[in-house]
């Protein structure tokens, strides 16, 4: 019988994002791990996160006992799928690999059925959340780390990663909300993201 992991698929815009999808991996192995989880975080190599604007994905593991496949480096069928950047559903079958029941979390202004309308497969879905993450975390400054005049954040979730996690905790039950909020520097964002996700159920 194969080990039962929950793979988790962060998509995100390269050097605009690259250090925020990072920072929502680790949100998410933090709370999980917090709650007794084993947990994996990491980005895909193959991706190219010093190139502006191109779609890349970060990934998460999270099991009830230690990971067997720690060194596959690409999550192949991911339960749950984050997009910090909502135009990143148009033209890109973000759900790949995705078993039926699924759920994805987008930061957006838009509804949930505006972001349904561009999925094609989206009957692998169970449900779908849209939180303004964005617009929660306003008061935080883009992240350039590793490019020209970048500044390094040292402290985990203090962007958009906070209320995007948040969000993320209202359909996966592998972490906590309070042991999201724990582990986020901007803590009343990742309660905010929580308390304003518009949840829908398909």
């Known amino acids: 019988m194969s080990q039962e992991v929950y793979e988790v698929t962060i998509w995100a815009r390269g050097v605009f994002q690259d250090m925020e999808g990072r920072h929502a991996t680790l949100l998410m192995a933090n709370a999980a791990d917090l709650g007794g989880k084993f947990v994996q975080a990491w ?31 690409v999550n192949n069928n991911p339960s749950l799928v984050v997009l910090m950047d909502d135009t990143i559903v148009k033209g890109m079958n973000i759900l790949r690999g995705m078993p039926q029941g699924g759920s994805l979390v987008v930061n957006t202004k838009r509804t949930p059925d505006e972001i349904l309308a561009f999925i094609p497969n989206k009957e692998l879905l169970a449900n779908i959340v849209c939180v303004d993450a964005s617009g929660l975390a306003a008061d935080t400054a883009i992240d350039f780390m590793g490019s020209e005049g970048g500044v390094e954040v040292a402290a985990v979730g203090a962007g958009i990663s906070a209320p995007l996690v948040g969000a993320a905790a209202k359909v996966c039950d592998r972490f906590t909300i309070e042991n999201v909020v ?21």
């Open 182 to 202: 724990k582990v986020a520097s901007n803590k009343s964002a990742a309660q905010a993201g929580f308390d304003a996700a518009q949840v829908k159920a398909l």
């Open 43 to 73: 980005d895909d190599y193959a991706d190219l996160p010093d190139r502006v604007g191109v779609p890349l994905r970060k990934y998460v593991r999270l099991a009830d006992e230690e990971i067997e496949m720690r060194f596959v480096y």
